[in-house]
């Protein structure tokens, strides 16, 4: 039956089919993981959405260049320049339009999301390839999608690691990070745009679904858990892993679309990390009666051996 789960026999077979996914894969949710830690201490989680939806805008249009103006591009350059393109935009200051930050990010989302439609619908021939970017679909990873996403992984990743503690101040101490001499807006440009370079080339790989929920959700995970911030990059890249890897192999065994098992796998991590959470709560409310009862009954006494007095 086309439903039944397929066996790791069967996986290991096709090895060499899977491989280059896996790693694409992989390599995303290391990056993106990291990452999700300044999303969601910034909540920037908006951000990540809509530079998103712009790579997804991106590679829509790549391919309508491609069938109605006979102009090739590769859909992950596109991708990239749409996402670049939207965090450049949020590096204005919307005060002057009398704006806020967070109506500038919605009509990117908006607008980006609904053109993304709308050009999809002029190109019914590669309507399957469209859905792939929106949902994250797609099964297998051209072999240049891989190498771009290592590439631009592996230098952002390296930044991230070489100036850590000056990304770290600069997000989440800015005034001190200017008394001790840190380029703080070169700093918050920089880490923005390194967002947008691994949103925009994931993206086209995975699907704008994946990588959005690849971008907040560990760092939610490792939050819940009770993680330190240094502890929580650490944690918060391994679960991105596990969700990239595990979810498209998780796919795989239970014949589930790729994107959609990849959401729901850093998902699940979330809600394990609540519920550890709250039973963590509960264990320690129960323990703090218990010990505040003998210094409640000790004044209680007190109070009465005052009033007979």
Not at 54 to 69: D, N, Q, W
């Amino acid at each position: 039956m086309p439903n039944e789960p397929t066996s790791w026999r069967d996986f290991v077979a096709a090895w060499e089919l899977f491989r280059d996914p896996i790693l694409c894969a992989l390599a995303a949710g290391i990056v993106l993981g990291f990452l999700s830690v300044y999303v969601i201490l910034r909540r920037m989680v908006f951000v990540s959405a809509a530079v998103t939806q712009s790579a997804g805008l991106g590679v829509a249009l790549a391919f309508y260049a491609e069938i109605h103006l006979g102009f090739a591009i590769e859909p992950i350059y596109m991708a990239a320049a749409l996402a670049l393109g939207a965090t450049l935009l949020l590096l204005l200051d919307p005060a002057k339009l009398r704006l806020t930050r967070e109506s500038v990010l919605g009509l990117v989302f908006a607008a980006t999301g609904g053109a993304a439609v709308l050009v999809g619908d002029r190109i019914a021939q590669e309507a399957h390839d469209i859905q792939a970017i929106l949902f994250g679909t797609a099964v297998l990873v051209r072999p240049f999608d891989l190498h771009v996403v290592l590439a631009v992984g592996a230098v952002v990743m390296a930044l991230q690691l070489w100036w850590l503690r000056g990304f770290v101040m600069a997000s989440f101490d800015p005034v001190g990070a200017r008394v001790q001499g840190l380029p703080v807006t070169l700093l918050q440009g920089l880490l923005l745009v390194s967002i947008g370079l691994v949103v925009g080339t994931t993206a086209r790989a995975l699907g704008a679904l994946p990588v959005f929920a690849l971008s907040t959700l560990p760092a939610m995970a490792a939050l819940l858990f009770g993680c330190g911030l240094r502890l929580a990059f650490v944690v918060a890249t391994l679960l991105g892993a596990l969700a990239g890897a595990g979810g498209y192999a998780l796919a795989f065994f239970l014949r589930f679309p790729v994107g959609a098992s990849q959401t729901v796998a850093a998902s699940c991590f979330v809600l394990v990390a609540f519920v550890v959470r709250a039973v963590a709560l509960m264990v320690a409310r129960a323990r703090r009666p218990a010990q505040a009862r003998p210094a409640r009954a000790a004044k209680a006494e007190a109070l009465s051996i005052d009033v007979s007095r």
